[in-house]
């Protein structure tokens, strides 16, 4: 074929710019469909806002329309082979050849058919080069369809930029979705969002704003942020409406007081939302921890302390150093502790905290606590970036305050007679250490001489001290005063601080003013309730001797059966040692208790047979405990081991004595016991009686007087202004004198009502007395003569108060012979013979008249003139300052030098007693071994009285016998 070269360079040309112009048609219209789409799938996404999902399916779908295009595209062009007849035949049509020529030439050229002569092949070759020659190749391609397509993807074209132009937003808001649908990019919105950052960078802890300027055709009601976490997590978070400027835009803001970390967040409002944008946070200093280790004064002698810094602050002694070290969430540089005084005349201090080159994210600083204000820590970055804000808290220097120091006993001012001994007790505190306990003295005013006391520490920084005044060694007298007062100095260098005690006084008096004013505050009542206490705990030792005597005695009749006790019976026989010890302890404290009532001054002459029964009462109290102790030990040398025949029989011999010794148990002494009680019962009758009848007697000799002031006033017919101001002050004394007959009246008929079985006479004149005051209508001419001196009737209130005197006066003698019938009535009360009864009626009668101690200038029971501190009487007797205490003697001092005895058990088992259990010590006073040291004093005593009982019954049977 190569004499048709022309021919077919013509149409290899033709088909390959056929081909060429085809494909770009087709690319055509594939772009302008695309567009289209595209543009419709923006508009769609703009109107509805399309889901994730949904753009992912659009996207998919835009692949695959780009994917079929191109396949298609290709196999068109694959498809397309070269065809030179086909080719031809279309050259042909596009120019329109007649004839066919390039056909003919094509097809002769290349067939060998003998039918067609070579002439006519050459011919129609030759016809076909000089017609290719004549033709272009692009005259022989249409190239009409591809300018048409042309004008479409141009005109698809034009149309998406004026889209583009005219919704540029559109674009920019879907277009990043559709190209990164799971991005979460916002959906197109009419709102726009200006958001801005405020500080930008933000600064961790420190406050930062987020304000958004929203405009557009509809404005929201409302916005919300929305901080999205790297893991999807999601905060909404709502913002303050603030205003709505000229522009008709709305703005919203959201204050983060202490932002911790970077963020992104996005506005979402109920009209779309904005963007993603970055809330970024820059790390700053931050106090994430802090201590401070205390190194106090040398002088405390304190360890030094390390404590996490807290709300309360810095507080510490004044002069501790301060070592403060803090850590931070980022490396620090060189910060500030500011320390501001509370007082203004104060300055500042600042002190550096240096960081620590190993530790970069610590600084410490070191300083003495200087004064009461507060610390401010303020924190550095080692970039230079500040803290977020001040650590801030109180700073307190504690000042090593002054000690303080009281004398517990005595009272600041106390009465006590000659020869009397008063103990003095210091207690002193400081919140360091106590350093000097001193007692200042003085006598009669002259200089005071100090002692420095010896001190015992009883607590953290607390000390007691103690002295004494012994009066019969200082040789002070009745009329002596006796001042004093404790100083207490703590250990602070180079001067130490110093506190002292108000004045303290002893004012001494005589035995004789002592006993007079005990019988002001002593009364027969007191020994009553006194004497009922006894009675009460003497019944419940009985009750407790009586069960232990019954457990004792089975006890007894189980161990004759055996030579080994069980255990059962150990654990018995353990149970009884406690209640045997516990009934001693009770009898040894009441016997000791009885003593030392017996050994205090005689108040009253009836006290004597009262203390000669507590005697006799006490000594069989001793008895009662030293026999349970005998027990006791007895009981414990057989639970310890087997118990030997010896043993029992001395077990029998023991039971057998407790039994039989039952003083103060007995018949006869309860008998005794219940005579005393009703003695004193008759005895506080009397006195209650013979109390109410001295209140009437006072009455008859106060209606006397008033009488007579009243009759100054008799002749008075027009009386003047200070005349009715006396009569008025009269009639109130009148009054007042009628109320407390009418009082006294109801006294003492409840008296006698009370006493009518034991005192039938006394009783019988106390009730015919008050008949006699209400039969003569005696409290009407009082009530009479009190109106008239309030009406101004002189006359009338002299008659009336006259009249009621003289009816008082025929009462007096009634009065008077109360205290004879009592003493007659009373005769043989307590064993007491009519003199000393007589006796005690006074002492009681004159106890109710002493209104208190002395009449010494300066009122309120004597002692400085002017002074108002209350008085405390202390002496040998059971009673001061006004009230029963049923154990001064515990805890006041010992007259006369004796040192009193407080027993209790000391628990001690091994100790034990038994009348076996002694050893000689001179003739026949026996030493008790193994005996519990409280009550060894007691059993000694009492033994040696049984030993010398023992031995004058030998005596005595000796004599009968030489008789």
């Known amino acids: 074929m190569g004499r048709n070269e022309a021919v077919e360079r013509l149409l290899r040309a033709a088909h390959r710019r056929s081909v060429g112009v085809d494909a770009v048609r087709r690319g055509l219209w594939a772009a302008a469909i695309g567009a289209a789409a595209f543009l419709a799938a923006v508009l769609v996404d703009a109107a509805l806002g399309l889901h994730a999902w949904a753009l992912i399916v659009l996207d998919g779908l835009f692949v695959g329309l780009a994917a079929t295009a191109l396949m298609g595209l290709t196999l068109f062009i694959v498809s397309r082979r070269f065809r030179p007849a086909r080719t031809a035949v279309a050259v042909q049509r596009r120019m329109n050849l ?38 272009e190749p692009h005259e022989a391609v249409d190239h009409g369809p591809a300018w048409r397509a042309l004008r479409w993807a141009l005109g698809a074209a034009l149309v998406l930029a004026i889209a583009y132009v005219l919704m540029p937003r559109v674009f920019h808001a879907v277009l990043p979705r559709m190209f990164a649908p799971l991005a979460d990019h916002p959906p197109y919105t009419l709102v726009q969002f200006e958001v801005t950052v405020e500080p930008a960078p933000a600064l961790v802890g420190r406050p930062a704003s987020i304000r958004v300027r929203l405009t557009g055709p509809t404005l929201p009601p409302r916005s919300t942020l929305v901080f999205v976490d790297d893991d999807g997590v999601r905060q909404h978070l709502p913002m303050l409406r603030r205003a709505v400027d000229d522009d008709d835009a709305v703005h919203y803001q959201l204050k983060i007081e202490r932002p911790d970390r970077s963020r992104r967040f996005f506005i979402d409002t109920p009209e779309g939302r904005s963007a993603y944008h970055d809330f970024t946070v820059k790390p700053t200093p931050l106090l994430e921890r802090a201590s401070a280790a205390f190194f106090y004064p040398a002088y405390t002698g304190w360890k030094s302390t390390k404590e996490p810094l807290n709300l309360t602050g810095l507080r510490a002694l004044e002069g501790t150093t301060v070592s403060l070290t803090v850590e931070s969430n980022v490396p620090l540089g060189v910060s500030t502790l500011r320390l501001t005084p509370e007082d203004e005349t104060l300055s500042e201090l600042e ?10 994210h610590t600084a410490a600083g ?16 080692a970039d230079g970036t500040p803290g977020a804000e001040p650590i801030t808290g109180p700073l307190h220097a504690v000042p090593d305050y002054a000690p303080r120091v009281s004398i517990e006993t005595p009272a600041r001012r106390v009465v006590v007679p000659e020869g009397w001994k008063l103990d003095v007790a210091v207690a002193a505190s400081d919140d360091i250490g106590v350093g000097q306990v001193m007692l200042q003295r003085a006598v009669n005013g002259w200089g005071s001489t100090g002692v420095e006391l010896k001190t015992a520490a009883t607590g953290p920084n607390y000390v007691t001290a103690s002295d004494a005044f012994d009066l019969a060694a200082l040789g002070a007298k009745a009329g002596d005063l006796i001042t004093y007062f404790a100083v207490a100095r703590d250990n602070k260098p180079p001067v130490a601080n110093l506190a002292e005690t108000p004045v303290h006084s002893i004012e001494v008096i005589s035995m004789e003013e002592y006993l007079e004013f005990q019988r002001t505050r002593y009364r027969i009542d007191d020994l009553n309730a006194e004497w009922a206490e006894y009675q009460q705990r003497l019944d419940e030792l009985k009750a407790k001797r009586e069960q232990l005597l019954e457990q004792l005695q089975e006890l007894q009749k189980q161990l004759e059966q055996t030579d080994q006790p069980s255990a059962e019976q150990r654990e018995q026989m353990e149970q009884l040692e406690q209640d045997l010890s516990a009934y001693a302890e009770e009898a040894f404290e009441l016997f000791e208790e009885m003593r030392k009532r017996t050994e205090e001054p005689t108040l009253y002459e009836f006290e004597n047979p009262y203390k000669d029964l507590l005697e006799r009462v006490g000594t069989e109290l001793q008895g009662q405990g030293a026999d349970a102790l005998g027990l006791q030990n007895q009981l ?32 006869a002494f309860e008998q005794e016991r219940q005579e005393t009680q009703e003695d004193l019962q008759r005895l506080q009758l009397a006195d209650d009686i013979l109390a109410q009848a001295e209140r009437v007697r006072g009455v008859i000799d106060g209606q006397q007087e008033l009488a007579q002031r009243m009759a100054a006033l008799r002749d008075v017919k027009e009386p003047t202004a200070a005349q009715r101001q006396r009569m008025k002050q009269l009639a109130e004394e009148q009054a007042a004198l009628e109320r407390e007959l009418a009082d006294a009246t109801a006294g003492l008929e409840s008296a006698a009502e009370a ?37 101004g009737n002189g006359a009338e209130a002299a008659r009336l108060a006259q009249l009621a005197a003289d009816k008082l006066d025929a009462l007096l003698s009634d009065c008077q012979g109360m205290s004879g019938q009592a003493q007659q009535e009373l005769d043989g009360c307590l064993s007491l013979p009519r003199y000393a009864l007589r006796n005690a009626m006074d002492q009681m009668a004159q106890s109710r008249n002493i209104p208190g101690l002395g009449n010494k200038p300066g009122g309120r029971g004597g002692g400085y ?7 405390t009487v202390i002496g040998p007797s059971r009673l001061g300052s006004g009230e029963s205490d049923r154990h001064a003697h515990r805890g006041h001092g010992h007259g006369q030098g004796r040192a009193g005895t407080e027993h209790g058990l000391t628990g001690d088992d091994a100790e034990s007693l038994t009348p076996d259990s002694v050893t000689a010590r001179g003739g026949d006073v026996a030493v008790l071994i193994d005996v519990p040291q409280p009550y060894r004093e007691l059993a000694e005593a009492y033994f040696k009285r049984l030993a010398e009982e023992d031995h004058l019954r030998g005596s005595d049977q000796d004599g009968r016998r030489l008789e």
């Open 98 to 135: 007649r004839g066919s020529p390039l056909i003919n030439a094509v097809q002769l050229s290349a067939t060998a058919d003998a039918s067609a002569s070579p002439a006519l092949r050459e011919h129609a070759v030759t016809m076909g080069n000089e017609l290719a020659e004549a033709i």
């Open 351 to 360: 002190i550096p905290l240096e960081p620590d080159p190993s530790r970069p």
């Open 366 to 381: 070191r300083f003495d606590m200087p004064f009461v204000g507060t610390y401010a820590i303020e924190l550095v970055g």
């Open 636 to 667: 414990s040398q057989m639970r310890r081991g087997p118990a030997s025949p010896a043993q029992q029989q001395r077990m029998q011999k023991l039971l057998q004595r407790f039994k039989e010794n039952d003083r103060p148990f007995d018949e």
């Open 755 to 791: 006493a009518q079985e034991l005192l039938p006479t006394m009783c019988s004149s106390a009730t015919a007395l008050c008949e006699a005051i209400r039969s003569n209508q005696i409290n009407d001419d009082m009530r009479g003569a009190a109106e008239g001196g309030r009406a």
């Open 865 to 871: 003139a002017g002074s108002q501190t209350r008085l």
